[in-house]
């Protein structure tokens, strides 16, 4: 019996790496559209996304009502849902459950929003066929994207966004859309 204990030393790091692993880490859910998050212009929009798991997800409900996860990975389980909004706020729930039975959450406000953002053009220059054109773009949400004469600025989206831009031709174009996908345009000129 003494000569196997010190045998038994030997084999118990071995038998450590039999342990089974638990699976700890909880589904990630993330939205994808609509680009606002979860504002529209209409009271019926679709909501679009994912969640994330490293053992796969098994299932995923909105308001505890299960909806089909789409066809692909599970470890990427896309999903989509139609809204139906009887106020010009709500808010819907969705739980994201993977095989070891790990959930996660994410509350998702939704809104309403039927206005459109606001341009302010506060320089206008021509210097020959070249226009030079400087405002300003707001929002009541955020301003999501900003063009001049078809071609898109790089912003950064938020419910105020400072532009400029240079084009040619005797007036520019500027055409600005917020996250709930609501159209402004204005053709500026001298």
Not at 6 to 19: F, H, R
Not at 84 to 113: C, F, H, M, W
Not at 116 to 140: H, L, M, Q, S
Request: glycine fraction near 10%; charged fraction near 25%.
């Amino acid at each position: 019996m003494r000569r196997a204990a010190p045998a038994l030393l030997l084999l118990v790091p071995l038998l450590g790496g039999c342990t089974r692993t638990t699976d700890t880490f909880k589904p990630r859910i993330v939205v994808t559209s609509p680009d606002g998050g979860g504002v529209s212009r209409a009271r019926s929009f679709t909501v679009q996304g994912y969640a994330l798991d490293d053992q796969g997800v098994t299932q995923i409900t909105v308001d505890g009502k299960a909806i089909p996860i789409k066809p692909g990975s599970r470890k990427i389980a896309n999903f989509a849902f139609q809204t139906q909004l009887k106020d010009t706020r709500s808010e819907y729930t969705i739980t994201a459950r993977d095989k070891a039975g790990n959930e996660s959450t994410l509350v998702l406000p939704v809104a309403v929003d039927s206005v459109p953002p606001a341009i302010k053009v506060t320089r206008f220059e021509r210097d020959g066929n070249v226009i030079r054109v400087t405002g300003v773009a707001t929002d009541n949400g955020r301003v999501a994207q900003i063009s001049v004469d078809g071609n898109r600025l790089n912003i950064t989206p938020g419910t105020r966004v400072d532009f400029y831009a240079e084009t040619s031709g005797s007036y520019a174009d500027i055409q600005v859309t917020d996250g709930a996908g609501n159209v402004t345009k204005l053709r500026a000129r001298q």
